[in-house]
């Protein structure tokens, strides 16, 4: 009634009921506006919905004058009042609600966008570290922190966790001390990763550092912490101190037991691998009578540490124990006991255990394959590896190269040129390129048939194939050459090696000493041996032998005693 009388008109029934229906209206729209703010926080990208001021504004209007005419067009007959001061009225009402329209607008949406984005942005951060994007991982950190949001703890433990990762221990130090100048403050995860990076790059000093400072920064370390050092002291044969640190593990009540055996298994892996296997098991008992839960990882390293001492019924008998105790063996442990069966020679008991591992449900891994192929052909049953590789194929399971080539390079070594090169058409046809081993495997087999221009090819091949050859490429072709009496060849061939980079070893030093030996080239023989000498590298029997054995032949008793006294003397 105010605005009526504002606008010079006197009040009447009709004015009221005008205005009564003005508030209704709007009252109405109100709640379809604010309908629309909810909907356009979760249904942006829906066209029938006005997400802007002015489409609110059009939208308002619009409605407003759709439901003012259809009223008075109900009221015409009766020509009652005046509609200009009506419309007065609604001009100042629109106003007003307008007004608050874009105050909603300017709060509601922008705190929720604010919102979404940290999350957005938090989840992209973390996305990044894991994908190794380390760089544009701390540009958007960078960002965040600019604008006012700074990401939490657990976003910043993935940074310093990337940037350990890779060896980037002083920027993950600089966004530590970050962490403690501008918060979210460090916590314990955030020293574990950085104690972690510590032990990766062997600076132990340092890691056992930063663990004496988390006291004193009000962090207490946890059984993570005690196991990341345990290991890194066990790599580096520190057993005592890796003990002390066990005893303050299981001194500790309020972890759960299962830190226990990560901390105990570390250890007597460490212990097996020094080979203390009475230690080992001293420890192993110990676990048992503490009630410590044994799982199949502590299982596998005790299986393991008797497997590296070569006491493999001991490591079956454990096996046996594994499986009444209701543990199941994983692929891990059918593989450790395969490998030694196979390092044993028994490669009877070893095909015999694959079928119970396959019987068992515990799918064969390319290690089970390549630990049996290479076992076969490391002791001359290539038909049976054979077979094994053919199983393989048959399961739709793509052998990977190594296992490729220890098969050609064991009919390589057989003098088996058709069946190496048919194995490796049918590896080119599974998809499985060649590489260098793989040249080298058929060059051995081609000069171990005397073809030595096959085998020339073979490097040209290689060549073709964007394949370089490596130092044992050049000492096969190197030998074959000497072998054969073309000296200049393998000269060619050294220094080629040279131009390319690759750096000749004893190998490629013994097969020119033999060579020039052959052709009675004594002189060259002497200034190739006392180059080995000049470069310092490691030098065995068989230089000696060689030429003590080529003076002999020349009845030159005098200098094969200067090369028997050099061979002793450096014994000494």
Same mark, same amino acid.
């Given at each position: 009634?105010?605005?009526?009388?504002?606008?010079?008109?006197?009040?009447?029934?009709?004015?009221?009921?005008?205005?009564?229906?003005?508030?209704?209206?709007?009252?109405?729209?109100?709640?379809?506006?604010?309908?629309?703010?909810?909907?356009?926080?979760?249904?942006?990208?829906?066209?029938?919905?006005?997400?802007?001021?002015?489409?609110?504004?059009?939208?308002?209007?619009?409605?407003?004058?759709?439901?003012?005419?259809?009223?008075?067009?109900?009221?015409? $007959?009766?020509?009652?009042?005046?509609?200009?001061?009506?419309?007065?009225?609604?001009?100042?009402?629109?106003?007003?609600?307008?007004?608050?329209?874009?105050?909603?607008?300017?709060?509601?949406?922008?705190?929720?966008?604010?919102?979404?984005?940290?999350?957005?942005?938090?989840?992209?951060?973390?996305?990044?570290?894991?994908?190794?994007?380390?760089?544009?991982?701390?540009?958007?950190?960078?960002?965040?922190?600019?604008?006012?949001?700074?990401?939490?703890?657990?976003?910043?433990?993935?940074?310093?966790?990337?940037?350990?990762?890779?060896?980037?221990?002083?920027?993950?130090?600089?966004?530590?001390?970050?962490?403690?100048?501008?918060?979210?403050?460090?916590?314990?995860?955030?020293?574990?990763?950085?104690?972690?990076?510590?032990?990766?790059?062997?600076?132990?000093?340092?890691?056992?550092?930063?663990?004496?400072?988390?006291?004193?920064?009000?962090?207490?370390?946890?059984?993570?912490?005690?196991?990341?050092?345990?290991?890194?002291?066990?790599?580096?044969?520190?057993?005592?101190?890796?003990?002390?640190?066990?005893?303050?593990?299981?001194?500790?009540?309020?972890?759960?037991?299962?830190?226990?055996?990560?901390?105990?298994?570390?250890?007597?892996?460490?212990?097996?691998?020094?080979?203390?296997?009475?230690?080992?098991?001293?420890?192993?008992?110990?676990?048992?009578?503490?009630?410590?839960?044994?799982?199949?990882?502590?299982?596998?390293?005790?299986?393991?540490?008797?497997?590296?001492?070569?006491?493999?019924?001991?490591?079956?008998?454990?096996?046996?124990?594994?499986?009444?105790?209701?543990?199941?063996?994983?692929?891990?442990?059918?593989?450790?006991?395969?490998?030694?069966?196979?390092?044993?020679?028994?490669?009877?008991?070893?095909?015999?255990?694959?079928?119970?591992?396959?019987?068992t449900g515990v799918a064969p891994d390319q290690i089970s394959y390549k630990t049996i192929i290479q076992?076969?052909?490391?002791?001359?049953?290539?038909?049976?590896?054979?077979?094994?590789?053919?199983?393989?194929?048959?399961?739709?399971?793509?052998?990977?190269?190594?296992?490729?080539?220890?098969?050609?390079?064991?009919?390589?070594?057989?003098?088996?040129? $058709?069946?190496?090169?048919?194995?490796?058409?049918?590896?080119?046809?599974?998809?499985?390129?060649?590489?260098?081993?793989?040249?080298?495997?058929?060059?051995?087999?081609?000069?171990?048939?005397?073809?030595?221009?096959?085998?020339?090819?073979?490097?040209?091949?290689?060549?073709?194939?964007?394949?370089?050859?490596?130092?044992?490429?050049?000492?096969?072709?190197?030998?074959?050459?000497?072998?054969?009496?073309?000296?200049?060849?393998?000269?060619?061939?050294?220094?080629?090696?040279?131009?390319?980079?690759?750096?000749?070893?004893?190998?490629?030093?013994?097969?020119?000493?033999?060579?020039?030996?052959?052709?009675?080239?004594?002189?060259?023989?002497?200034?190739?041996?006392?180059?080995?000498?000049?470069?310092?590298?490691?030098?065995?029997?068989?230089?000696?032998?060689?030429?003590?054995?080529?003076?002999?032949?020349?009845?030159?008793?005098?200098?094969?005693?200067?090369?028997?006294?050099?061979?002793?003397?450096?014994?000494?």
């Open positions: 009634m105010a605005l009526f009388i504002a606008c010079g008109e006197s009040s009447s029934p009709v004015h009221i009921q005008i205005l009564r229906f003005l508030y209704q209206t709007f009252d109405s729209i109100k709640l379809k506006v604010a309908r629309i703010f909810a909907n356009s926080r979760t249904c942006s990208d829906d066209d029938n919905l006005p997400c802007t001021l002015n489409d609110i504004m059009s939208y308002v209007g619009d409605q407003c004058r759709s439901k003012t005419q259809d009223w008075f067009s109900n009221k015409d $007959s009766n020509n009652e009042g005046n509609p200009q001061a009506v419309f007065n009225a609604l001009d100042l009402i629109l106003k007003e609600n307008l007004d608050r329209l874009k105050t909603m607008r300017d709060t509601g949406p922008v705190r929720c966008t604010l919102e979404t984005d940290y999350r957005r942005h938090v989840a992209v951060v973390r996305d990044l570290c894991l994908g190794g994007k380390i760089g544009t991982a701390l540009w958007l950190r960078r960002k965040m922190i600019k604008k006012g949001t700074v990401p939490d703890v657990l976003t910043h433990n993935y940074l310093v966790n990337g940037l350990c990762k890779i060896g980037d221990l002083e920027k993950a130090d600089h966004v530590i001390r970050e962490m403690s100048e501008m918060r979210p403050s460090p916590n314990c995860a955030t020293y574990n990763a950085f104690i972690t990076g510590y032990c990766r790059v062997n600076e132990l000093d340092k890691a056992l550092h930063l663990f004496s400072t988390m006291a004193s920064n009000g962090i207490r370390p946890n059984r993570v912490t005690h196991n990341i050092l345990v290991h890194a002291l066990c790599k580096k044969g520190l057993l005592g101190d890796a003990v002390k640190f066990l005893g303050e593990v299981l001194a500790d009540d309020d972890g759960k037991a299962t830190s226990d055996v990560i901390t105990s298994t570390i250890l007597m892996d460490s212990y097996f691998k020094n080979g203390d296997k009475f230690q080992a098991l001293a420890l192993w008992n110990d676990m048992f009578q503490k009630n410590i839960q044994t799982d199949i990882v502590a299982y596998n390293v005790l299986i393991n540490g008797f497997c590296l001492n070569g006491d493999i019924s001991s490591a079956f008998a454990y096996f046996c124990q594994m499986l009444k105790r209701g543990s199941h063996p994983d692929v891990i442990t059918y593989n450790t006991l395969l490998n030694c069966l196979c390092k044993q020679g028994k490669l009877d008991e070893a095909s015999h255990f694959y079928g119970v591992m396959s019987k076992g076969l052909c490391i002791h001359g049953d290539i038909v049976k590896a054979r077979e094994f590789l053919l199983s393989m194929l048959e399961k739709s399971v793509v052998p990977e190269p190594h296992i490729w080539n220890v098969l050609i390079d064991g009919y390589g070594r057989c003098g088996d040129l $058709s069946n190496a090169f048919s194995i490796r058409d049918l590896m080119l046809s599974f998809g499985v390129s060649s590489n260098v081993f793989t040249f080298n495997a058929l060059i051995l087999a081609e000069t171990r048939g005397g073809s030595i221009f096959d085998a020339f090819s073979l490097k040209k091949e290689m060549l073709l194939d964007g394949i370089f050859p490596d130092v044992f490429t050049y000492n096969l072709l190197i030998g074959a050459s000497c072998n054969l009496g073309h000296i200049h060849l393998a000269l060619q061939l050294y220094d080629e090696m040279l131009r390319r980079g690759i750096t000749p070893d004893i190998i490629t030093y013994t097969e020119l000493i033999k060579g020039h030996c052959a052709r009675g080239n004594m002189k060259e023989a002497e200034e190739v041996f006392a180059k080995i000498q000049t470069l310092g590298l490691a030098i065995d029997q068989i230089p000696f032998r060689i030429l003590k054995k080529r003076y002999r032949r020349m009845k030159e008793s005098d200098k094969a005693r200067d090369i028997h006294e050099k061979w002793l003397s450096r014994n000494k």
